[in-house]
Structure formats: C-alpha cells, structure tokens
Nanobody, 123 residues
Framework: QVQVVESGGRPVQAGDSLRLSCTAS????????MAWFRQAPGKEREFVAA????????DYADSVKGRFTIARESAKNTVSLQMNDLKPEDTAVYYC????????????????WGQGTQVSVSS
C-alpha cells in the first residue's frame, strides 16, 4: 500500500513563501511520479505541479508557473512544493499524489493520494 503524507500548510499573507512536503517511502519517492493538486472551497480539485519518475521533467499549471517549484528530495523521502509570492487565490487544500504508471494533469491520472494540508493566504 502506497501512502503519502502532506505537511507544511498554514496561514500566510500575500507575498509570503511557503514550502509543502510530501513524505512517502523511499521506494515511492524514488520510483513513482509525484504531483501536487489543490482544491479550493466549492471548486474542483486542480493540477498544480508534477515531476516524472526520473525527475527529468516537471510540469506546472499556468497559474503557478514561475512562482512554484516541485522538487524530489530523495535523501529525505520527500517531494516538496516551494511556493513563492503567494496570492489569495492560492488558498486551498493541497494534496500530494503518486503513481507508478500514469502521469498527467487530471485527477484520474493518479492512484494514490494524501489527506491534504491547508494553505490560507490573506491579502
């Protein structure tokens, strides 16, 4: 059973930076594709960022490109999401996802999900 656990979410102000972590087993972090999604109140879960199995490619939603960075930290068994210049519209529950077979920007592309961590950005 693949388990991923998110951490790092908290209330911040617009313009602040925040780093989210997704912790999993060493095998998961090093051999699975990993992604971050987010879900704001009343909205559908949306893609934020993803990193391929080898880490050779990273993809971002247009809304976060240039501000967010996804990175694999194998020594810590984590995949991080560095978020800079946060905006109120970034407020959401952030979810980590993993998959060993598929890679994409839709929820159905990912098999394993964490419980989420809340990020709240005030103006």
């Amino acid at each position: 059973q693949v388990q991923v656990v998110e951490s790092g979410g908290r209330p911040v102000q617009a313009g602040d930076s925040l780093r989210l972590s997704c912790t999993a087993s060493a095998r998961t972090v090093t051999t699975y594709a990993m992604a971050w999604f987010r879900q704001a109140p009343g909205k559908e879960r949306e893609f934020v960022a993803a990193i391929t199995w080898t880490g050779g490619s990273r993809d971002y939603a247009d809304s976060v490109k240039g501000r967010f960075t996804i990175a694999r930290e194998s020594a810590k068994n984590t995949v991080s999401l560095q978020m800079n210049d946060l905006k109120p519209e970034d407020t959401a529950v952030y979810y980590c996802a993993a998959d060993s077979v598929t890679y994409g920007t839709t929820v159905s592309d990912w098999d394993y999900w964490g419980q989420g961590t809340q990020v709240s950005v005030s103006s």
